[in-house]
C-alpha cells in the first residue's frame, strides 16, 4: 500500500533556530518527491520537487533531502521566521498511479519570538 | 509562478440547497484538475480528477451524484456539491496540472471553507 508518513506531527521552535523534518514513504515505483508549505486556511505552496536522480534541492532556506534507497526524505529550515509558522506536507508520485499524489499527514510548525 | 484561483472563498449555505466552487488556471492551460477535501488539523483527501472534455473520476466513497464536476475547459473546473448537508461542510481545495511530462508541475488554489447550517 502507497503511504507516506511524517515526523514529527507537530514542531515548536523560537525564531532563528534551524529544524529539520523528517518523511518515510512507501510509494513504489517512485516517481518524484515533493514539499508543500499550506498556510492555515490556505491551499498548499510548493516548495520542492525531486526525482529519483537528486538528493538535494534547496529553496532559499529550504532544503530537501532525497534518500531513495532508503525511501527518505527531510525538508530543513534554516534561520526560521514567524511566517515559516505553517503545516509542511510530504507528497510523493507514483509512476503506474496515474502521477497522483500520495499526501503525508503533515507536520505543524510554530515559530515562536 | 502559475496561479490558480478558487471562487468563492468562503460561503455559507442552508442544508438542501446547492453550492458551485470555480476553479480557475490564470496562466496555464491544465490538461488535468483535482479536487481535494481536508478536515480540520488533517491532509488533503482526493475526490476527483477532471480531464478536460470528458467525465471525472472520483475515489471510492466520494458520491459522484453528490459532488459534480465539471471541467468544460483547459482554465476551468467547477465542484457542486449538491443538496448540500452540514457534514459536508469543509475546506475544499482544487489543483491544477500544468505539463506533459513527469514531474508534472501541480499548483493548488488557496480553498474555498463550505458551511452548511
Known amino acids: 500500500k502507497n503511504q507516506v508518513e511524517q515526523s514529527p506531527q507537530s514542531l515548536i521552535i523560537l525564531e532563528g533556530k534551524n529544524c529539520t523534518l523528517q518523511c518515510n514513504y512507501t510509494v513504489s515505483p517512485f516517481s518524484n518527491l515533493r514539499w508543500y508549505k499550506q498556510d492555515t486556511g490556505r491551499g498548499p505552496v510548493s516548495l520542492t520537487i525531486?526525482?529519483?536522480?537528486?538528493n538535494t534541492k534547496s529553496n532559499g532556506r529550504y532544503t530537501a533531502t532525497l534518500d531513495a534507497d532508503t525511501k527518505q526524505s527531510s525538508l530543513h529550515i534554516t534561520a526560521s521566521q514567524l511566517s515559516d509558522s505553517a503545516s509542511y506536507i510530504c507528497v510523493v508520485s507514483a509512476q503506474n498511479y496515474g502521477q497522483n499524489f500520495v499526501f503525508g499527514p503533515g507536520t505543524r510548525l510554530s515559530v515562536l519570538p | 509562478g502559475a496561479v490558480v484561483s478558487q471562487h468563492p472563498s468562503r460561503v455559507i449555505c442552508k442544508s438542501g440547497t446547492s453550492v458551485k466552487i470555480e476553479c480557475r488556471s490564470l496562466?496555464?492551460?491544465?490538461?488535468?484538475m483535482f479536487w481535494y477535501r481536508q478536515f480540520p488539523k488533517k491532509s488533503l483527501m482526493l475526490m476527483a480528477t477532471?480531464?478536460?472534455?470528458?467525465?471525472?473520476?472520483?475515489e471510492q466513497g466520494v458520491e459522484k451524484d453528490k459532488f459534480l464536476i465539471n471541467h468544460a475547459s483547459l482554465t476551468l473546473s467547477t465542484l457542486t456539491v449538491t443538496s448540500a448537508h452540514p457534514e459536508d461542510s469543509s475546506f475544499y481545495i482544487c489543483s491544477a496540472r500544468e505539463g506533459n511530462r513527469p514531474p508534472y508541475e501541480q499548483y493548488f488554489g488557496p480553498g474555498t471553507r463550505l458551511t452548511v447550517t
Open positions: 477532471s480531464n478536460e472534455g470528458s467525465k471525472a473520476t472520483y
Open positions: 525531486m526525482t529519483f536522480s537528486e
Open positions: 496562466d496555464f492551460q491544465a490538461t488535468t
